[in-house]
């Protein structure tokens, strides 16, 4: 005991500690423990990596490194009861029994907390994960490819699907994958588990960086065919009624909807014509005397409305 607290001395965390203590009940052969604690590193860091690399040594095909990898870079974490189906998609044949070995292996370093009633698995802290960060994930090339990997497993096989919602739409804003991240953004799943404010927050960095050009342009029209359809900007509300950018809706009209030089529809000339900014096609605005209204505004929410062109630009 004196030995180990000596040696403990030296790195203050109790982690540390924790880690030693683990590993000595794990290995429960007293008769060597001097030696033992003597064959610890006083480093922290190094001391996770060769704990890591002994749980991986104990199993085959280096499924430790993969599954701690997958772990660490989720956002919320992983459900416990699709661990087997996640090794799978990955190319691990591994049954329900295998896995709960490995975490049992693992249990020390996992946190264990509920969402939604679903039973998930993190790391229990961010040592673990700097480990695995400079040991399992030395380059983009291989950090993007585990990303791909639960984005794979969240859009097609979990049954999660709040929770799939929130981790691909993360996943994805991860590798800079804007194309697919603005197409999932206009499903029916995302509409409807996304509230709108999560939903702006993503489509601001989707979004033109230019200036909207207000002086020399006109705000975008909506025709009378279009202004009724549901579908094109949100899927629960008429097009009139939601935002050109998030979808939201709103009853009451809010920011008008401009363009930047570069994203500029050339429209017709002429002031009696207006150009859909939906359907693209060019229709003559009613006469001023005229009761029923053939030509609406695109309109902006409050969270999207800013100088910014209303464009996305998914280069």
């Not at 290995?27 to 890591?52: A, M, P, V, Y």
């Not at 090339?141 to 794979?152: A, D, E, P, W």
């Not at 359907?279 to 505004?297: A, E, G, R």
């Amino acid at each position: 005991m004196n030995l180990l607290l000596e040696k403990s001395s030296k790195n203050k965390l109790p982690l540390w500690l924790n880690c030693v203590c683990n590993e000595l009940r794990v290995f429960g052969e007293f008769t060597t423990i001097n030696k033992q604690i003597q064959d610890f590193s006083s480093e922290l860091s190094e001391l996770i990596r060769n704990i890591i690399y002994r749980i991986n040594s104990d199993f085959s095909n280096d499924i430790i490194k993969e599954i701690l990898c997958l772990i660490h870079l989720t956002r919320n974490g992983i459900p416990e009861n699709e661990i087997p189906l996640l090794l799978k998609s990955c190319g691990f044949d591994t049954n329900r029994l295998e896995c709960a070995h490995i975490i049992r292996n693992l249990k020390f370093y996992l946190k264990f907390s509920y969402y939604q009633n679903i039973q998930l698995i993190t790391l229990n802290t961010n040592y673990i994960g700097q480990v695995i960060d400079a040991e399992f994930l030395p380059n983009n090339q291989i950090y993007y490819s585990y990303h791909k990997k639960l984005i794979n497993f969240y859009l097609n096989i979990s049954k999660y699907r709040l929770l799939s919602c929130l981790e691909l739409c993360y996943h994805y804003k991860i590798i800079s994958d804007k194309k697919q991240l603005a197409e999932y953004l206009k499903t029916n799943e995302a509409n409807m588990y996304l509230n709108f404010s999560y939903k702006s927050f993503l489509y601001k960095d989707l979004r033109c960086r230019f200036l909207a050009n207000k002086k020399t342009s006109t705000n975008l029209k909506i025709c009378l065919y279009c202004s009724n359809k549901i579908g094109f900007l949100s899927q629960n509300s008429p097009n009139k009624n939601s935002c050109y950018v998030c979808g939201s809706f709103f009853t009451v009209s809010s920011k008008l909807v401009y363009t930047c030089i570069k994203h500029s529809e050339n429209g017709p000339n002429s002031d009696n014509l207006f150009k859909c900014c939906l359907c693209k096609k060019i229709y003559q605005k009613p006469l001023s005397n005229s009761k029923i209204s053939t030509v609406f505004d695109a309109n902006l929410c409050n969270l999207c409305s800013d100088l910014n062109c209303c464009k996305l630009n998914l280069e």
